[in-house]
Protein backbone atom coordinates (compact mmCIF):
# COMPACT_ATOMS: atom_id res chain seq x y z
CA UNK A 1 0.00 0.00 0.00
CA UNK A 2 2.36 2.19 1.10
CA UNK A 3 4.50 1.73 -2.06
CA UNK A 4 1.64 2.25 -4.38
CA UNK A 5 0.94 5.89 -2.72
CA UNK A 6 4.84 6.68 -3.09
CA UNK A 7 4.54 5.87 -6.96
CA UNK A 8 1.11 7.80 -7.09
CA UNK A 9 3.60 11.08 -5.44
CA UNK A 10 6.31 10.44 -7.56
CA UNK A 11 4.09 10.20 -10.86
CA UNK A 12 2.10 13.35 -9.95
CA UNK A 13 5.07 14.84 -8.95
CA UNK A 14 6.56 14.33 -12.18
CA UNK A 15 3.94 15.17 -14.19
CA UNK A 16 3.72 18.68 -12.31
CA UNK A 17 7.26 19.25 -12.88
CA UNK A 18 6.83 18.68 -17.02
CA UNK A 19 3.30 20.80 -16.77
CA UNK A 20 5.96 23.87 -15.18
CA UNK A 21 7.54 24.50 -17.84
CA UNK A 22 4.61 23.87 -20.32
CA UNK A 23 2.68 26.65 -18.72
CA UNK A 24 6.20 29.02 -18.54
CA UNK A 25 6.78 31.80 -20.86
CA UNK A 26 10.33 30.22 -21.77
CA UNK A 27 10.14 26.40 -22.42
CA UNK A 28 12.81 24.23 -23.00
CA UNK A 29 13.81 23.51 -26.80
CA UNK A 30 12.05 26.87 -27.93
CA UNK A 31 14.07 29.73 -29.29
CA UNK A 32 14.51 32.42 -26.72
CA UNK A 33 15.06 35.28 -28.71
CA UNK A 34 13.67 35.18 -31.77
CA UNK A 35 14.14 38.66 -33.91
CA UNK A 36 17.85 38.35 -33.92
CA UNK A 37 20.05 35.07 -34.50
CA UNK A 38 22.02 34.01 -31.46
CA UNK A 39 24.23 31.67 -30.98
CA UNK A 40 26.98 30.44 -28.74
CA UNK A 41 25.33 31.18 -25.44
CA UNK A 42 27.66 31.26 -22.42
CA UNK A 43 25.52 31.77 -19.46
CA UNK A 44 26.52 33.27 -15.78
CA UNK A 45 24.20 34.07 -12.40
CA UNK A 46 25.11 37.92 -12.00
CA UNK A 47 23.22 40.27 -9.47
CA UNK A 48 20.34 37.28 -9.07
CA UNK A 49 19.82 37.04 -12.69
CA UNK A 50 20.51 34.54 -15.96
CA UNK A 51 22.54 37.09 -18.00
CA UNK A 52 23.31 35.23 -21.50
CA UNK A 53 26.23 36.39 -23.78
CA UNK A 54 26.17 34.88 -27.07
CA UNK A 55 27.29 35.63 -30.58
CA UNK A 56 25.13 37.63 -32.64
CA UNK A 57 24.19 35.82 -36.36
CA UNK A 58 24.05 37.79 -38.97
CA UNK A 59 23.93 36.86 -42.84
CA UNK A 60 26.54 39.04 -44.47
CA UNK A 61 26.59 37.57 -47.81
CA UNK A 62 29.88 35.55 -47.44
CA UNK A 63 30.11 32.07 -49.26
CA UNK A 64 29.86 28.92 -46.80
CA UNK A 65 33.31 27.28 -46.60
CA UNK A 66 35.28 25.30 -43.87
CA UNK A 67 36.80 27.73 -42.44
CA UNK A 68 33.79 29.37 -41.19
CA UNK A 69 33.98 32.95 -42.83
CA UNK A 70 30.48 33.04 -43.09
CA UNK A 71 29.98 33.32 -39.70
CA UNK A 72 31.11 37.11 -40.83
CA UNK A 73 29.39 38.46 -37.42
CA UNK A 74 29.93 42.21 -36.51
CA UNK A 75 28.79 42.67 -32.92
CA UNK A 76 27.83 41.23 -29.57
CA UNK A 77 24.34 41.63 -27.92
CA UNK A 78 23.12 40.51 -24.34
CA UNK A 79 20.02 39.04 -23.01
CA UNK A 80 19.13 38.41 -19.53
CA UNK A 81 16.37 35.92 -17.73
CA UNK A 82 14.66 37.14 -14.38
CA UNK A 83 12.78 34.21 -14.25
CA UNK A 84 11.41 31.54 -16.70
CA UNK A 85 7.52 32.86 -16.63
CA UNK A 86 8.74 36.06 -17.73
CA UNK A 87 10.18 37.24 -21.77
CA UNK A 88 13.77 37.26 -22.08
CA UNK A 89 14.99 41.30 -21.53
CA UNK A 90 17.08 42.31 -24.56
CA UNK A 91 20.24 44.49 -23.26
CA UNK A 92 20.64 45.34 -26.69
CA UNK A 93 24.15 45.82 -28.80
CA UNK A 94 26.64 45.94 -26.28
CA UNK A 95 30.44 45.99 -28.51
CA UNK A 96 30.56 46.75 -32.04
CA UNK A 97 33.48 45.65 -34.44
CA UNK A 98 33.81 49.07 -35.48
CA UNK A 99 34.68 50.05 -32.11
CA UNK A 100 37.78 47.24 -31.36
CA UNK A 101 40.69 48.96 -32.55
CA UNK A 102 42.69 45.85 -33.44
CA UNK A 103 40.43 43.39 -34.71
CA UNK A 104 39.00 43.18 -38.26
CA UNK A 105 36.00 40.15 -38.59
CA UNK A 106 34.68 37.60 -37.05
CA UNK A 107 33.30 37.82 -33.81
CA UNK A 108 33.09 34.65 -32.66
CA UNK A 109 31.73 32.81 -29.28
CA UNK A 110 32.04 35.02 -26.37
CA UNK A 111 32.54 34.46 -22.40
CA UNK A 112 31.76 37.07 -19.53
CA UNK A 113 33.22 37.23 -15.85
CA UNK A 114 32.94 39.38 -12.64
CA UNK A 115 35.41 40.03 -10.80
CA UNK A 116 37.02 43.17 -8.58
CA UNK A 117 33.76 44.64 -8.58
CA UNK A 118 34.19 44.97 -12.83
CA UNK A 119 32.17 42.71 -15.96
CA UNK A 120 34.79 41.04 -18.01
CA UNK A 121 33.78 40.14 -21.99
CA UNK A 122 36.48 37.73 -23.35
CA UNK A 123 35.71 37.42 -27.27
CA UNK A 124 37.78 35.75 -30.34
CA UNK A 125 38.13 38.13 -33.25
CA UNK A 126 40.11 37.97 -36.48
CA UNK A 127 43.57 41.02 -36.27
CA UNK A 128 44.49 42.77 -39.32
CA UNK A 129 46.78 39.55 -40.45
CA UNK A 130 43.34 37.44 -40.27
CA UNK A 131 44.84 35.71 -37.04
CA UNK A 132 42.15 35.02 -34.55
CA UNK A 133 42.68 36.41 -30.93
CA UNK A 134 41.19 36.74 -27.89
CA UNK A 135 39.95 40.11 -26.66
CA UNK A 136 38.65 41.41 -23.28
CA UNK A 137 36.25 44.39 -22.94
CA UNK A 138 35.30 45.84 -19.33
CA UNK A 139 31.97 47.27 -18.11
CA UNK A 140 30.61 48.31 -14.29
CA UNK A 141 27.22 46.46 -15.43
CA UNK A 142 26.69 42.93 -16.73
CA UNK A 143 24.67 44.37 -19.56
CA UNK A 144 27.78 46.30 -20.86
CA UNK A 145 27.84 48.69 -22.77
CA UNK A 146 31.67 47.09 -22.66
CA UNK A 147 34.97 49.20 -23.61
CA UNK A 148 36.95 47.07 -25.12
CA UNK A 149 41.03 47.07 -24.63
CA UNK A 150 43.68 48.73 -27.08
CA UNK A 151 45.11 45.00 -28.52
CA UNK A 152 44.37 41.79 -27.98
CA UNK A 153 45.01 39.54 -24.96
CA UNK A 154 49.20 39.45 -25.23
CA UNK A 155 49.50 35.87 -25.88
CA UNK A 156 46.06 34.77 -27.14
CA UNK A 157 45.46 32.94 -30.25
CA UNK A 158 42.55 30.78 -31.66
CA UNK A 159 38.97 30.90 -30.43
CA UNK A 160 36.17 30.28 -27.71
CA UNK A 161 37.01 31.53 -24.84
CA UNK A 162 35.75 30.33 -21.45
CA UNK A 163 36.66 32.02 -18.12
CA UNK A 164 36.01 29.33 -15.62
CA UNK A 165 36.55 31.17 -11.41
CA UNK A 166 37.31 28.59 -8.91
CA UNK A 167 35.61 28.86 -5.21
CA UNK A 168 39.29 29.81 -4.28
CA UNK A 169 39.13 33.25 -6.42
CA UNK A 170 41.49 32.03 -9.25
CA UNK A 171 40.99 32.67 -12.75
CA UNK A 172 41.16 30.42 -15.94
CA UNK A 173 40.64 30.53 -19.42
CA UNK A 174 39.73 27.74 -21.47
CA UNK A 175 40.10 28.20 -25.00
CA UNK A 176 40.80 27.26 -28.64
CA UNK A 177 39.06 25.09 -31.43
CA UNK A 178 40.04 23.55 -34.27
CA UNK A 179 39.70 23.93 -38.60
CA UNK A 180 38.40 27.75 -38.89
CA UNK A 181 39.84 28.31 -35.33
CA UNK A 182 43.14 27.60 -36.42
CA UNK A 183 44.35 25.29 -33.00
CA UNK A 184 46.17 22.78 -35.24
CA UNK A 185 48.24 26.20 -37.04
CA UNK A 186 49.34 27.19 -33.71
CA UNK A 187 51.04 23.64 -31.98
CA UNK A 188 54.62 24.36 -32.49
CA UNK A 189 54.27 28.22 -30.49
CA UNK A 190 54.19 30.19 -33.72
CA UNK A 191 51.63 30.38 -36.53
CA UNK A 192 51.78 27.98 -39.53
CA UNK A 193 49.18 28.51 -41.47
CA UNK A 194 47.48 24.81 -43.05
CA UNK A 195 49.26 23.30 -40.69
CA UNK A 196 47.19 19.63 -40.21
CA UNK A 197 47.84 18.50 -36.81
CA UNK A 198 48.51 15.36 -35.73
CA UNK A 199 48.19 12.07 -37.21
CA UNK A 200 45.09 9.49 -37.00
CA UNK A 201 46.94 7.48 -34.09
CA UNK A 202 48.20 10.37 -31.72
CA UNK A 203 46.65 12.09 -29.26
CA UNK A 204 44.04 14.59 -30.42
CA UNK A 205 44.73 17.97 -29.63
CA UNK A 206 43.39 19.58 -26.41
CA UNK A 207 41.66 22.72 -25.21
CA UNK A 208 44.00 25.30 -23.72
CA UNK A 209 44.58 26.48 -19.95
CA UNK A 210 45.54 29.55 -18.62
CA UNK A 211 45.49 31.19 -15.27
CA UNK A 212 44.29 35.04 -15.71
CA UNK A 213 45.78 37.53 -13.99
CA UNK A 214 44.15 39.17 -10.84
CA UNK A 215 43.27 42.05 -12.89
CA UNK A 216 41.90 39.41 -15.64
CA UNK A 217 43.07 41.36 -18.66
CA UNK A 218 46.26 39.03 -19.28
CA UNK A 219 47.67 35.82 -18.87
CA UNK A 220 49.57 35.40 -15.76
CA UNK A 221 51.92 32.36 -16.73
CA UNK A 222 52.29 29.79 -19.38
CA UNK A 223 49.52 28.49 -21.59
CA UNK A 224 49.16 24.45 -21.02
CA UNK A 225 47.36 21.92 -22.92
CA UNK A 226 44.56 19.82 -21.44
CA UNK A 227 45.07 16.24 -21.80
CA UNK A 228 41.94 14.14 -22.37
CA UNK A 229 42.04 10.65 -21.50
CA UNK A 230 40.07 7.72 -22.02
CA UNK A 231 38.00 5.82 -19.20
CA UNK A 232 41.81 3.57 -18.90
CA UNK A 233 43.82 6.82 -18.73
CA UNK A 234 44.87 6.62 -22.72
CA UNK A 235 44.87 9.96 -24.88
CA UNK A 236 41.71 10.36 -27.01
CA UNK A 237 43.40 9.72 -30.25
CA UNK A 238 42.91 11.97 -33.51
CA UNK A 239 40.98 9.66 -35.01
CA UNK A 240 38.68 9.29 -32.41
CA UNK A 241 35.75 12.27 -33.33
CA UNK A 242 32.71 11.13 -31.77
CA UNK A 243 35.38 11.85 -28.53
CA UNK A 244 38.14 14.42 -29.88
CA UNK A 245 37.86 18.36 -28.56
CA UNK A 246 36.97 20.11 -31.83
CA UNK A 247 35.71 23.64 -29.91
CA UNK A 248 33.66 25.57 -27.59
CA UNK A 249 35.35 24.31 -24.29
CA UNK A 250 33.39 25.26 -20.59
CA UNK A 251 34.27 24.02 -17.32
CA UNK A 252 31.92 23.86 -13.96
CA UNK A 253 32.44 22.72 -10.39
CA UNK A 254 29.82 20.75 -9.06
CA UNK A 255 30.28 18.64 -6.05
CA UNK A 256 34.32 19.44 -6.37
CA UNK A 257 34.36 17.65 -9.71
CA UNK A 258 35.52 20.20 -13.02
CA UNK A 259 33.07 19.49 -15.38
CA UNK A 260 34.44 20.02 -18.86
CA UNK A 261 32.33 20.33 -21.76
CA UNK A 262 33.02 20.51 -25.30
CA UNK A 263 32.06 20.26 -29.36
CA UNK A 264 33.02 17.27 -30.88
CA UNK A 265 32.78 19.23 -34.45
CA UNK A 266 32.03 17.01 -37.36
CA UNK A 267 30.72 14.25 -35.17
CA UNK A 268 28.29 17.07 -33.72
CA UNK A 269 27.76 16.42 -30.26
CA UNK A 270 28.38 17.96 -26.66
CA UNK A 271 30.43 15.38 -24.67
CA UNK A 272 31.90 16.07 -21.06
CA UNK A 273 34.85 14.62 -18.93
CA UNK A 274 35.96 15.45 -15.52
CA UNK A 275 38.50 16.14 -13.15
CA UNK A 276 39.89 17.04 -9.88
CA UNK A 277 42.03 19.59 -11.22
CA UNK A 278 40.94 22.71 -12.82
CA UNK A 279 43.91 22.19 -15.11
CA UNK A 280 43.17 18.53 -16.00
CA UNK A 281 43.95 15.76 -17.02
CA UNK A 282 40.09 15.09 -17.45
CA UNK A 283 38.87 11.54 -18.39
CA UNK A 284 36.39 11.35 -20.74
CA UNK A 285 32.65 10.44 -19.33
CA UNK A 286 30.07 10.49 -21.94
CA UNK A 287 27.44 12.51 -24.13
CA UNK A 288 25.42 15.34 -22.78
CA UNK A 289 23.53 16.90 -25.91
CA UNK A 290 22.78 14.92 -29.65
CA UNK A 291 23.18 16.44 -32.52
CA UNK A 292 21.05 19.35 -33.18
CA UNK A 293 20.08 21.11 -36.23
CA UNK A 294 22.62 23.32 -38.16
CA UNK A 295 26.66 21.73 -38.26
CA UNK A 296 28.19 23.67 -34.88
CA UNK A 297 27.10 22.75 -31.94
CA UNK A 298 27.90 24.90 -28.38
CA UNK A 299 26.68 25.41 -24.50
CA UNK A 300 27.09 26.72 -21.61
CA UNK A 301 26.19 25.14 -18.06
CA UNK A 302 25.03 27.33 -15.41
CA UNK A 303 23.13 26.54 -12.17
CA UNK A 304 19.97 29.17 -11.03
CA UNK A 305 17.79 28.83 -7.66
CA UNK A 306 18.91 25.35 -7.02
CA UNK A 307 18.68 24.04 -10.64
CA UNK A 308 21.16 23.61 -13.75
CA UNK A 309 20.82 24.29 -16.99
CA UNK A 310 22.13 24.01 -20.39
CA UNK A 311 21.95 26.70 -22.97
CA UNK A 312 22.60 25.73 -26.15
CA UNK A 313 21.87 26.79 -29.76
CA UNK A 314 20.15 25.14 -33.41
CA UNK A 315 19.31 26.30 -36.49
CA UNK A 316 15.74 25.70 -36.62
CA UNK A 317 14.65 29.53 -36.66
CA UNK A 318 16.56 29.80 -40.12
CA UNK A 319 15.12 26.48 -41.22
CA UNK A 320 18.42 24.96 -40.37
CA UNK A 321 20.83 27.84 -41.99
CA UNK A 322 23.81 26.70 -39.92
CA UNK A 323 25.23 30.17 -39.75
CA UNK A 324 21.98 31.45 -38.71
CA UNK A 325 21.58 30.19 -34.99
CA UNK A 326 19.10 30.32 -32.06
CA UNK A 327 19.91 30.11 -28.19
CA UNK A 328 17.84 27.45 -26.46
CA UNK A 329 17.89 25.81 -22.71
CA UNK A 330 16.97 22.48 -21.32
CA UNK A 331 17.38 21.60 -17.56
CA UNK A 332 20.00 19.06 -16.68
CA UNK A 333 20.96 16.56 -13.91
CA UNK A 334 24.05 15.38 -12.18
CA UNK A 335 23.38 11.45 -12.03
CA UNK A 336 24.62 10.22 -8.36
CA UNK A 337 27.29 8.30 -9.95
CA UNK A 338 28.74 11.62 -11.48
CA UNK A 339 27.72 11.16 -14.81
CA UNK A 340 25.49 13.93 -16.53
CA UNK A 341 21.49 12.77 -17.70
CA UNK A 342 21.73 13.10 -21.75
CA UNK A 343 19.70 15.67 -23.36
CA UNK A 344 18.31 14.64 -26.85
O1 LIG B 1 29.89 31.19 -33.83
C1 LIG B 1 31.10 30.97 -34.51
C2 LIG B 1 31.70 29.67 -34.12
O2 LIG B 1 30.80 28.61 -34.41
C3 LIG B 1 31.98 29.52 -32.65
O3 LIG B 1 33.06 30.26 -32.18
C4 LIG B 1 32.11 28.05 -32.59
O4 LIG B 1 32.13 27.51 -31.31
C5 LIG B 1 30.92 27.61 -33.41
O5 LIG B 1 29.73 27.59 -32.66
Redesign the pocket.
Known amino acids: MRIAILIVCIVILSASCSKDYESMELKPGEALVTDNYT??PSAHVFEGKIYIYP?H?IDTGVADSND?SH?D?KDYRVYSITDFNSPVIDHGSVLKLEDIPWASR?L??PDAAYKNGKYYFYF?AKDKDGLFRIGVATSDKPDGPFKAQPKPIEGSFS??PAVFIDDDGAAYMYFG?LW??QLESWLSGNYYPGALGPKPDEPAIGPRFVRMSDDMLSFDGPIKEISLLDEEGNPIKASDQERWFF??AWVHKYKNTYYLTY?TGPTHLIVYATSDKPEGPFTYRGILLLPVSGW???HSTVEYNGQWYLFY?DSTLSGGKS?L?CVKYSPIKHNSDGTLKLVK
Do not use: F, K, L, V
Open positions: ADSDGYMQWAPMDGGGEGSTTHHHR
